[in-house]
């Protein structure tokens, strides 16, 4: 039943303009029913961002395939996630990338995601209970940093902690809304673009 629901997902991220098969092909092979509570299991591949513990979100599938996208990861890529959650879509990523580092604030989210990647046996993940606003200093350069909490603005140090051709993607509250902002270090330079309306949990300080 979940596979054919997951099908139809899979076929729906790709209406929705979602192209590249390798995003695809790890959202397949990724369960999101893992990442969600009892209570809402049955929807878990329904397109639709659901509670997680904590007054948290898992965030939409659409998002997390838009945000994996433009961060065009490849397979040597060491990248860097602010915002753990639920863990899916660091699971997405851990499929992509060389290895992920994720950080999250709230102790019993970083408890539980870390449960399921060692059940699931994501062994290229490390995590860390902090704020994730300063990075993670002992571990940069990353080729790719995504934040999945909306901030105001992007501590500009950050930028420093990504390589040259490096990609920060961030949803970022503009006048009351909120929008995936993809930052590119170019020489030195950082460019950004701007994609989709979002809307995520806010991006706090310290920890709990
Ligand atoms: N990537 C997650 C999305 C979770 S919602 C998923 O796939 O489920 C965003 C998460 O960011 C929340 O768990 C929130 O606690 C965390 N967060 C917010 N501000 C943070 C910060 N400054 N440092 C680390 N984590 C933060």
Redesign the pocket.
């Known amino acids: 039943m979940l596979d054919v629901r997951k099908i139809r997902l899979i076929l729906e991220l790709r209406e929705s303009g979602i192209s590249n098969a390798e995003v695809l092909s790890a959202i397949e092979k990724i369960p999101r029913e893992k990442?969600i509570s009892e209570a809402y299991r049955n929807q878990a591949y329904e397109n639709i961002a659901l509670p997680?513990e904590?007054n948290?979100?898992?965030?939409q599938p659409y998002v997390?395939a838009r945000m994996t996208e433009l961060l065009d990861v490849k397979s040597n890529h060491k990248v860097l996630?602010?915002?753990?959650?639920?863990?899916?879509?660091?699971a997405v990523l851990s499929i992509l990338a060389r290895r992920v580092y994720t950080?999250?604030?709230?102790k019993n989210?970083h408890e539980g995601s870390n449960n399921i990647f060692e059940k699931l046996k994501l062994t290229n993940i490390v995590s860390k209970y902090?704020?994730?606003?300063n990075g993670w200093i002992e571990q940069i350069p990353f080729d790719r940093i995504i934040f999945?909490?909306a901030s105001k603005k992007i501590n500009s140090e950050i930028f420093s902690h990504i390589k040259n051709e490096g990609i920060i993607v961030c949803p970022i509250v503009k006048n009351n809304n909120q929008i995936l902002v993809k930052y590119i270090k170019q020489n030195n330079k950082i460019i950004s673009e701007e994609y989709d309306d979002v809307l995520?949990?806010?991006?706090?300080?310290g920890v709990v």
């Open positions: 990442f997680i904590n948290q979100t898992i965030s997390v996630e602010i915002g753990t959650g639920s863990g899916y879509q660091c950080i999250e604030r709230i989210l902090d704020d994730g606003n999945t909490a995520f949990v806010p991006n706090l300080q």
